[in-house]
C-alpha cells in the first residue's frame, strides 16, 4: 500500500523520496557490476558510509545532496529523541541512517516493497523505546544483552546508548556484552557495519581518520564479538544461558508466535522485549502462545500503538505491540497500555497504563479474556470496570451460535453462523452482469454493499478485488450473480430472512459491526451470515430485527472494537462478546415480563423502521432502547459513546477506537453519539414505559409498536 505522506516525520519523507527518485543513480555509483553478491554489497555501504561520515566533502553532486539530508536527519532524531528523555548519540543515528539506505536501496526493490517478506525493520523511536523498556526492567544488573533476530542491529544500537550514558565504554559493551543472530548473511555484514559505526566517539565521527576508525571497529567485532548467522529456531546452548535481556523483532508473517515461544522457552533472560503485530494476542493461532504466557505469568507489561508515524515500514492503519516479559512475574499483574496513539506519544504511553490480573485470562468462559484469553484493547480503568461488568451480566455470543448445522441441532443454539460462497473457489459458478437473467439469478451479496440495517448501499462500477470501485447510490447493483439452481444444490436457500455482517473490518473505521436483515440472497465470502435455527422462536421476523439492532449497537460494536486488532471479523472473535439477556429469551421461546415484551415490541419495530430505510432520525432512540437492555448506567454509556465518564471535548479523553468519528462531519448536536446518549438520558430519567409512549407520540400512526 501506498505510505501516506501526511504522517511521516518530514526528514523521513525528504530521504525516502531522494533515494526512491535517485536509486538508479546511487547504485551505479556504488556498485560496479553484480549488486547481488554479498562482499559486493557489504563493501559498497561501507563506502557509502566513509562518504556520508566525517569531515570530507564528496565531490559527486548525488552523494553530496544524500550527504546534507543524512545530516538533517540525524540532527532531527537527536532533538526529537532527547525530548521523549532518551540519550542518543550522532554515531548511532549515522549507524540507523546507513541501515535505513540499506533497506531502501537493497530490501525493499528486492521484495517489491518493504517487508513483503515478513521482515519489517525496525525505526529509531521504537528501537529507543524497547531498549528503555528492557534497561527499566534490569536496571544496573550485568549479563548478555542477546537479539535472536538482528536484523541490522537497530535495537542493539539504540540499547548501547543507553549503557554508554551510564559510563560504559561503547566498544567494550559490544564486544563483551552483545550478542546476535541473523539468518541472512548479507543483512548480518551490515549489522556488523551499523554497529562498527556507533561505536564511534564524537571526536572520532567527525575527524579526519573516521574510515579508519570505523574499519577498525568492524575488524574487532568480526573477531570478538557474538554477532553470527544463525536461526532463532535453533539457538545454540551457549546463548540460551547467557542471555540476560532479550531485544527482538521476529518475523511477523508464518509462524510470528512460535517465534516468540521458542526463545521464551528456552532463554534464560530476566527481561524479554519483543515487538508484534497486535493480531498476535487475539489471532486463533496464537491460542498456545497465549496459554503458555498467562499460565506462566510472564506477561508484565504491553503497549499498543498505531502505526501512524511509521515506526514500522507498514501500513499506517497497522496496530503493533511491544511487549515485556519478565521471568517470575509473581504478582500476576499486568500493565497494558492500549490506546497508547502512535509511537511518538511515548509519556501518554507511560501515563495511560492500566493494570489488569493474570486471573482475568485465566482461560474460563467468564473471564475477561474469554476461554481463548484474548488480550484486550483495553483503554483506561474505566472500560476495565465496564467489560467486566458486562460479562457479569449478560449472555455470550458464542452460546447462542453455533458454527455448524451439527453443532447447533446437539446443543439447540439459535443461531447458525457460517459463509456461503467463497470469491475465488466458487468464481467459475459466478455469472457476470452482462449475463443476468431475472428468471435464472440471483444477486451476489458482498461486504462492500452493507451498510448498517441495509444491503443494498453501493454497486459496482469497474475493476476487481481490493480495486473494484463501487458507488454509494443505494441501488446494490452486484459485480456478480449466482444461478438459482446452483444456490439450491448447495442447500444455501432454506430461510426466507437472515443476517448478514461485513467480515472484514477495523477497530478505528467510523463502525467496526456493520449488520442487517436480508431476504435469503446468497453472499460472498465477505459477509457472514446469520440464520435463526431455534425452533421454539415466537416471532421469528422480528427476533432477527431485535439481533440486527444489537449487533449495530454502539455496546456491542464497543466491545467488538476491544476485541479487535487485525480485519477479520469472525466468530472466534465474536464468541466472546457479550449480548443483553432478553435475546436468548426471545428466541428461545421464553415468557417475558411485561417491561422485557415492551422492551423487544419497541426495538424490533425502530429495527425494522431503519431496515426499511424509513425514519431515520429515529435512530438514537434505537440505541437508548439496546442500552437499556444491557442494563447500562448513564455513566457506563457515556463512556461508551462519549469516550469518557462525562461529556467533554478534551482531546485528551479522545481514544483511538472511540465512535467520535461518527457524523463527524455533522454539527455535533446531530451526530448519532450524542443523539443517543440524551436520548438515554431521557429513558432513564421517566422510564421505559413513558419512554416507549414518548415514541409513540412523536409519530403517531408511523408504527404500530404492537404489531410485531
Request: charged share 20%.
Amino acid at each position: 500500500m501506498a505510505r501516506p505522506r501526511k504522517y511521516a516525520s518530514r526528514v523521513d519523507d525528504e530521504l525516502e523520496r531522494y533515494v526512491s527518485a535517485h536509486r538508479i543513480e546511487l547504485l551505479n555509483l556504488l556498485f560496479d557490476k553484480d549488486s547481488n553478491d554479498r562482499t559486493c554489497v557489504v563493501s559498497a555501504f561501507t563506502a557509502l558510509a566513509f562518504a556520508l561520515i566525517g569531515s570530507a566533502q564528496s565531490t559527486k553532486p548525488t552523494l553530496s545532496q544524500l550527504k546534507t539530508l543524512v545530516s538533517r536527519y540525524v540532527a532531527y532524531y537527536q532533538v526529537f529523541l532527547s525530548d521523549c528523555g532518551y540519550p542518543c548519540r550522532a554515531s548511532t543515528l549515522y549507524g540507523m541512517v546507513v541501515s535505513r539506505l540499506y533497506e531502501l536501496l537493497v530490501i525493499a526493490p528486492q521484495s517489491g516493497r518493504e517487508g513483503q517478506s515478513g521482515v519489517y525493520f525496525s525505526g529509531p523511536h521504537l528501537a529507543y523505546f524497547m531498549a528503555h523498556l528492557a534497561k527499566d526492567q534490569v536496571g544496573q544488573r550485568r549479563g548478555m544483552i542477546f537479539d535472536p533476530c538482528l536484523g541490522t542491529g537497530m535495537l542493539l544500537m539504540a540499547y548501547l546508548d543507553l549503557l554508554v550514558d551510564a559510563g560504559a565504554d561503547a566498544l567494550l559493551v559490544l564486544l563483551e556484552r552483545f550478542s546476535g543472530l541473523e539468518l541472512n548473511p548479507q543483512i548480518l555484514e551490515i549489522a556488523r557495519l551499523t554497529l562498527a559505526i556507533s561505536c564511534l566517539a564524537n571526536e572520532q565521527l567527525y575527524g579526519a581518520d573516521c574510515s579508519q576508525d570505523i574499519v577498525h571497529n568492524i575488524e574487532a567485532i568480526t573477531a570478538r564479538a557474538q554477532l553470527s548467522q544463525g536461526d532463532a529456531l535453533a539457538l545454540p546452548a551457549a546463548l540460551r544461558s547467557k542471555a540476560s535481556v532479550l531485544l527482538v523483532n521476529p518475523p511477523w508473517e508464518g509462524p510470528a508466535s512460535v517465534y516468540v515461544q521458542s526463545l521464551i522457552e528456552t532463554c534464560n533472560f530476566a527481561c524479554a522485549v519483543f515487538v508484534s503485530p497486535a493480531a498476535l494476542w487475539t489471532d486463533k493461532s496464537a491460542r498456545t502462545l497465549r496459554q503458555f504466557v498467562f499460565d506462566g505469568n510472564w506477561l508484565s507489561a504491553q503497549y499498543t500503538f498505531v502505526n501512524l508515524d511509521f515506526a514500522l515500514p507498514v501500513h499506517s492503519s497497522q496496530q503493533y505491540t511491544v511487549s515485556v516479559m519478565t521471568r517470575g512475574n509473581h504478582t500476576g499483574d499486568i500493565a497494558l497500555c492500549s490506546d497508547a496513539g502512535t509511537m511518538t506519544q511515548f509519556d501518554y504511553a507511560a501515563k495511560g497504563a492500566v493494570t489488569v490480573n493474570r486471573s482475568d485470562f485465566d482461560g474460563s468462559v467468564a473471564s475477561l479474556g474469554g476461554c481463548d484469553r484474548l488480550l484486550l484493547h483495553i483503554a483506561s480503568v474505566k472500560d476495565l470496570q465496564l467489560l467486566r461488568e458486562l460479562n457479569r451480566q449478560g449472555v455470550a455470543f458464542g452460546s447462542l451460535v453455533a458454527t455448524s448445522r451439527t453443532s447447533q441441532s446437539s446443543d439447540n443454539r439459535a443461531f447458525w453462523l457460517g459463509r456461503e460462497f467463497d470469491m475465488t473457489n466458487d468464481r467459475p459458478h459466478f455469472v457476470p452482469a452482462h449475463e443476468f437473467d431475472s428468471a435464472r439469478h440471483l444477486p451476489l451479496i458482498e461486504g462492500r454493499m452493507l451498510e448498517q440495517f441495509g444491503y443494498q448501499s453501493k454497486s459496482y462500477v469497474t475493476g476487481a478485488g481490493r480495486s473494484a470501485r463501487w458507488q454509494c447510490d443505494g441501488l446494490g447493483r452486484p459485480q456478480f450473480y449466482l444461478d438459482r439452481e446452483r444456490i439450491r444444490i448447495t442447500g444455501k436457500d432454506n430461510c426466507s430472512y437472515k443476517i448478514g455482517f461485513q467480515s472484514v473490518g477495523s477497530a478505528i473505521n467510523k463502525r467496526t459491526m456493520i449488520a442487517c436483515v436480508m431476504p435469503d440472497l446468497p453472499c460472498g465470502n465477505s459477509v457472514t451470515v446469520l440464520r435463526l435455527m431455534a425452533p421454539d422462536c415466537i416471532a421469528p421476523f422480528a427476533t432477527l430485527h431485535l439481533t440486527a439492532a444489537v449487533l449495530n449497537s454502539f455496546v456491542f460494536d464497543y466491545q467488538v472494537r476491544a476485541r479487535l486488532h487485525g480485519n477479520n471479523i469472525n466468530y472466534f472473535l465474536l464468541q466472546n462478546c457479550i449480548l443483553p439477556e432478553i435475546l436468548p429469551m426471545v428466541a428461545g421461546g421464553i415468557a417475558l415480563d411485561s417491561e422485557q415484551a415492551l422492551l423487544f415490541e419497541a426495538v424490533a419495530q425502530l429495527a425494522s423502521e431503519q431496515a426499511q430505510g424509513r425514519l431515520r432520525h429515529r435512530r438514537p432512540m434505537l440505541e437508548a432502547l439496546i442500552a437499556r437492555s444491557y442494563g447500562l448506567s448513564l455513566s457506563q454509556y457515556s463512556l461508551i459513546v462519549n469516550g469518557s465518564d462525562k461529556l467533554s471535548d478534551n482531546a485528551e479523553t479522545i481514544k483511538s477506537r472511540g465512535f467520535w468519528r461518527v457524523d463527524n462531519e455533522l454539527d455535533a448536536a446531530l451526530r448519532l453519539p450524542l443523539m443517543s446518549w440524551n436520548q438515554f438520558v431521557l429513558l432513564q430519567k421517566v422510564g421505559l414505559s413513558a419512554y416507549v409512549d414518548y415514541v409513540r407520540s412523536r409519530h403517531p400512526g408511523a408504527c404500530d409498536l404492537t404489531s410485531v
